[in-house]
């Protein structure tokens, strides 16, 4: 098999259906670079690994730029991780998959290129998601449930921990402080406790008694139709704090949630986790999750 040939050809099609067929310039991109890398691994198995070098300095001269040997090395891992069982959503472009192709394993490639895919990430916001690590701060649990397809509840996809910007590189932290700086990029912060979560409010009263309290934060969950109440501590996670979410809950429960809404959940995020009072905590719609500035 003339493998030069053939690969020329894949890449002279697929530039002429880039210039004809716009609509479909991610499906013909990928399709052609997959072909490709197949080629390439099967020419490297009789001709060496130095055959990348020699096609791309023909394909240079007449096919035109682009065909650089890094350009080709990654068509050929491209090709290898679609065969070791990563996704191929023609949704992506290349650009999408050349920062995938970075990742460790098939696992973590297909959990960010879902995420893109539903979430319509452009390149640069598939680049944050990646940089931040947020599926290395999923659970091991989560990350069973992900490979398994079995059903996902609300805190399988809370990272742990949360990353909380820290733009102005505040060294002393307050409570005020840290939920001063969640609300100032409110968006970024819902986007990492994960999907369907929307603001109502911060600092919201609610009168228990004779007396006002007021919830840190009150969010609601689009996707599990639920309250969601947040409340922030600069300290370890102590028993304290669960009886004050929880009342908080309740409280959401009996005054706000409708019949067709699901119960309200809660989420402590503090300086430190201790999973000695969550596992002994007998609600399980209250969670706990670390906070780290960035």
Known sequence: MNYYNEIKNELINNEINRKVKNYSINKSDLNAYYNVGKMLSEAGKHYGDRIIKEYSEKLTLEVGKGYGISNLKRMRQFYYMIEKGATLWHQLSWSHYRLLITLET???INYYSKLAVESLYSVRQLEN??????????SAEAKVKLINKDKI????????????????NYKIISEKLLQKLILEDIPTFLEELGDGFTFIRNEYKIKIGDS???IDLLLYNIE????VVVELKLTELKKEHIGQIQVYMNYI???????TQNKTIGIIICKQDNKYIIKYCSDERIIAREYELL
């Open 253 to 259: 429960d009996e005054n706000l949630k409708k019949i």
């Open 153 to 168: 509840n609300i805190k399988d996809l809370i990272p742990n921990p949360i990353i909380i910007k820290n733009s102005n």
């Open 106 to 108: 098939i696992e973590e």
């Open 224 to 227: 599990y139709n639920c309250y």
């Open 129 to 138: 998601k990646i940089k931040t690590n947020e599926y290395k701060r999923l």
């Open 212 to 214: 006002y309290n007021y």
